[in-house]
């Protein structure tokens, strides 16, 4: 490649060069000969026959060069100094038997000069056993091509696993960029590979090759040990298949009969070291023991060799057995170096025992389909184990007017408590009656047994049912009692029992209005009769005419009621805005009248009150003279009263000096 013809071919000018100071000097010397000067020629002569040996022999070796050139036509390519090869990371750990790989990235750049020239890089491993390392290939560093300047680069070639080589275009400067797997390996040890890059010979002759690059891997030993962190154990009914990751399910399982053997359950496991997660899975094995606490009994991959303990292999699995006794087992998982794993726990219930009953809702509809799951019951056995196995079980109702005795869920009778849900379900379905409220509980036996199946069976406790009844009337409202014009209304239709009880749980309700449907007075009817509702109402938008008057609506119940129906109507007022402002005004004037006649009334029955007040303030003041006279006549007379008395105390004073006198004459003391 890069070759020129033989009439473009020229002479190193070396060669020419030299050629050209030869002729000088022979033709200097035979000059100074001509002249006589023969020893200093002689000399001369003799030196340049010594000098010029070696230059004579290089131009020898030159001509013959320039020579081969014409002979063999164009020159080779070469390669420019500084070409490179380099690995991003000599270095890498993998542990045996993870089956991850090792990367080495490595990049090569060149420039070639005068025509196309190649890299080829070859892996030879170096150290390290000759097998266990897994894997060791070269491959292209994405799906398509290894990165690379694409418009210098001329092709890429993976020779084999252990030679890659890239091609550049003509007087460019290109770099391509590989990557070297080493991939699973399964011995512990230390790998060494060594990169050498070499030009091709044919198109880069004495092109030097970048240094060698090497890559060293370190394979250390597995963790064979199983974590408890890291692993995992499931358990699961034995009627579904084991999967991995799947989570424990939740098992109450029947206890079986005495000396019959059932396989209820299995467990299965994923062990993983501690240098794992649970997304990053390093698996190891162990054998695993499990044993059995409580009811039931183990063995390994549904063997008929029952025991209370077992060993199973790692790709085995522990199957549980009922033994037909009730409680509960509780199953512990250990290893070697999982001395505390996991615990599994599962109950067997035996015969039921005893039930519970309770309402969804206290209210289900005769018409609608809440009747179906209305009641829960939950069955026990003597334990209060969940007794999952179908049951009968069967109705017992106070009011059978409102609800009729019978089987729970129809004719089948049966009643099954799921083991995740912890109930089931008793539908009332055919048994609702009419309106009303009445009392009901469950029982393993019917209404009408006898006083012996009674008392073998059980019975629930008592919840409080209301039932609605079918549809018989129909109420229709707006959403106010009067609009401005153009406004918009809502229609509110509601449907109830006998007992005035809002219907619920229907859907659809054919002949819920009688034909015609809704028929206003002023604007567009609704002809529905065949009325799709929830909770026992249906609403409409009526938009209001646009001047004042009043609205009438007029319905009637349909066919689909029961009984006989009888046609309604409801009313509202338009209220014209500009009427009722001036009304406003009239009233307003109206009352301001009334107010005025009311002021002149008030006024007049004022003065009448002020001449009445003067009349009552003069004979006030006449009643005062009088009462002063009397006043001072009272206190005349007190004071001449008092100096009476006054007087007659003095004369008491008198007497009884006397009378004091008179005894000491006759010798009475006092």
């Known amino acids: 490649m890069g070759h020129n013809s033989w009439s473009s071919y020229k002479f190193p000018h070396l060669y020419r060069k030299r050629g050209g100071d030869r002729d000088v000097s022979a033709r200097a010397t035979h000059l100074k000969a001509a002249t006589g000067i023969v020893p200093v020629t002689t000399i001369e002569r003799k030196q340049m026959s010594n000098k010029t040996n070696f230059k004579r022999i290089a131009l020898v070796v030159v001509a013959a060069v320039g020579l081969g050139v014409v002979a063999t036509g164009p020159s080779n390519a070469t390669v420019q100094a500084g070409s490179t090869l380099a690995i991003a990371s000599g270095t890498a750990t993998l542990v045996a038997g993870s089956g991850e790989t090792a990367t080495a990235t490595l990049t090569g750049t060149f420039t070639s000069v005068t025509g196309p020239d190649s890299m080829i890089v070859t892996a030879v491993q170096t150290s390290g056993a000759s097998s266990g390392f897994g894997t060791a290939e070269w491959r292209l560093l994405t799906q398509g091509a290894p990165a690379s300047d694409s418009s210098n680069a001329l092709n890429f070639t993976r020779v084999s696993a252990s030679t890659m080589n890239f091609d550049a275009r003509p007087d460019r400067a290109v770099s391509a960029t590989w990557r070297f797997d080493v991939k699973s390996p399964t011995v512990a040890g230390t790998y060494v590979w060594t990169f050498y890059p070499s030009f091709n010979a044919a198109l880069a002759a004495g092109a030097t090759a970048p240094a060698p690059v090497t890559y060293t891997l370190t394979v250390t030993a597995a963790n064979t040990k199983p974590a408890a962190a890291q692993s995992s154990a499931y358990i699961t009914d034995a009627n579904y298949p084991v999967r991995a990751n799947q989570g424990d399910s939740t098992l109450v399982v029947s206890a079986g009969s005495t000396g019959s053997y059932a396989a209820v359950a299995d467990i299965k496991w994923i062990q993983r ?398």
Not at 591 to 597: K, L, R, S, V
Not at 641 to 646: K, R
């Open 273 to 670: 070291n501690s240098d794992s997660s649970t997304s990053t899975s390093i698996l190891v094995t162990e054998s695993v023991t499990a044993v059995l606490t409580g009811v039931g009994l183990l063995s390994v991959v549904g063997s008929s060799t029952r025991a209370g303990a077992v060993i199973a292999g790692a790709h085995e699995t522990i199957t549980v057995w009922s033994d037909g006794r009730g409680g509960t087992a509780s199953i512990v998982l250990t290893t070697t170096n999982m001395t505390t794993w996991a615990t599994k726990t599962l109950t067997f219930y035996g015969t039921a025992a005893s039930a519970s009953l309770s309402a969804i809702a206290g209210k289900v509809s005769k018409t609608g389909i809440d009747s179906a799951t209305a009641l829960r019951v939950v069955v026990r056995d003597a334990n209060k184990a969940l007794y999952s196995t179908a049951i009968p079980m069967y109705v017992h109702s106070s009011d059978t007017k409102v609800v009729l005795n019978g089987t729970c869920n129809g004719s089948g009778g049966t009643v099954t408590v799921g083991a995740v849900t912890a109930f089931g379900a008793c539908s009332l379905t055919g048994l609702v009656a009419d309106s009303g409220t009445t009392k009901i509980k469950v029982a393993n036996f019917a209404f009408e047994s006898t006083t012996a199946q009674k008392a073998a069976g059980f019975v629930s406790e008592e919840v409080d049912i209301r039932v609605v009844g079918a549809p018989k009337t129909v109420k229709a409202t707006f959403d106010k009692a009067s609009y401005t014009p153009g406004s918009e209304a809502t229609v509110t239709l509601t449907w109830t029992d006998g007992l005035g009880q809002t219907v619920d749980s229907h859907t659809t309700l054919a002949g819920a209005l009688a034909a015609g449907g809704l028929d206003y007075n002023v604007g567009t009817d609704v002809t529905d009769t065949i009325i799709t509702f929830g909770a026992g109402v249906k609403t409409y938008t009526y938009v209001m005419p646009s001047t004042g008057q009043k609205v009438t609506l007029s319905y009637n119940g349909g066919a689909g009621l029961a009984g006989t129906q009888t046609a309604d109507s409801v009313s509202v007022t338009v209220i014209d805005p500009a009427e009722e402002a001036a009304n406003s005004a009239l009233d307003a004037a109206q009352e301001a009248t009334d107010a005025a006649i009311a002021a002149t009334d008030a006024a007049v029955l004022a003065q009448e009150s002020a001449d009445a007040a003067a009349v009552a303030a003069e004979a006030a003041a006449e009643t005062a003279a009088e009462a002063a006279e009397a006043a001072k006549a009272a206190v005349d007379a007190v004071t001449k009263l008092s100096a009476e008395v006054a007087k007659l105390l003095t004369q008491l004073a008198t007497l009884q000096k006397l009378m004091n006198r008179i005894a000491k004459k006759v010798g009475v003391k006092v």
